[in-house]
């Protein structure tokens, strides 16, 4: 799986956007980005994921550059509740022969502001 | 979404005894779950992958007849720690995932083990 290199720690005022960066230059063909978070003292949370089309979802937007080598994880409007570390993690999808498990980097801590 | 469960969500325990913490899928059939450990401050290491029928593969460094893993069926696997010391004392998380291709791991809330 392609390595991810995330930011160690981003603050953000509650109510506006936090965009949470990833690049992942060495991403292959077919190799999905995914977004994990992890609130305190809890197991993670799956977000969006995506292969090289803009997602959305009722949780979040991911924006994947056109060359796929890097990818931003959009919280609309962020609250005291999404301070969490944020894992952006690529892997192939599970129908690959190869596909086993997620391997988490060190992620984003994110903290949003009152 | 799919909903996995852990239990219990917290162990103490004396050096030198057992503990077994359970991961059920609550929803859906998981012929694939994992189990994760978490340090302090540091993040998720596999430890190993459980198949339902099968014996559970080991991550690297993993000791199997300590971390002894049980899938027993579609909606269960156990992990017990043996003979525990306060060096296991960790955050252990299980996650398993639905049998669609997309397929996105669903986590469980995690069980804090605390070994004295």
């Keep these: 799986d392609a390595k991810t290199t995330q930011p160690p720690s981003m603050d953000c005022a509650e109510g506006r956007a936090a965009n949470l960066p990833c690049n992942h230059s060495t991403i292959s063909g077919n190799e999905y980005v995914y977004w994990y978070r992890q609130i305190h ?7 969006i994921h995506g292969l090289k089309n803009n997602e959305t979802n009722e949780m979040a937007s991911l924006i994947i550059t056109e060359d796929r080598k890097s990818s931003t994880l959009i919280l609309p409007h ?3 509740r999404d301070t969490a570390v944020y894992y952006c993690i690529v892997r192939v999808a599970w129908s690959h022969g190869s596909a086993r498990q997620l391997t988490f ?8 502001l009152p | 979404g799919a909903v996995v469960s852990q239990h219990p ?3 103490i325990c004396k050096s030198g005894t057992s503990v077994k913490i359970e991961c059920r899928s609550l929803d859906f059939q998981a012929t694939t779950m994992f189990w994760y450990r978490q340090f302090p401050k540091q993040s998720l ?3 190993a992958t459980s198949n339902e029928g099968s014996k559970a593969t080991y991550e690297q460094g993993v000791e199997k007849d300590k971390f002894l893993i049980n899938h027993a069926s579609l909606t269960l696997s156990t992990l017990t720690v043996t003979s525990a010391h306060p060096e296991d004392s ?4 299980c996650s398993a995932r639905t049998g669609e291709n997309t397929g996105e791991l669903f986590f469980g809330e995690g069980s804090r083990l605390t070994v004295l």
Excluded at chain 1, 41 to 47: A, D, L, N, T, V
Excluded at chain 1, 105 to 112: A, N, P, R
């Design chain 1, 41 to 47: 003292s809890q197991g993670p949370q799956y977000i």
């Design chain 1, 78 to 80: 962020a609250t005291l």
């Design chain 1, 105 to 112: 980097g060190s992620g984003t801590q994110l903290t949003v």
């Design chain 2, 9 to 11: 969500s917290w162990v």
């Design chain 2, 45 to 47: 290491m596999l430890m």
């Design chain 2, 90 to 93: 960790s955050f252990y998380i």
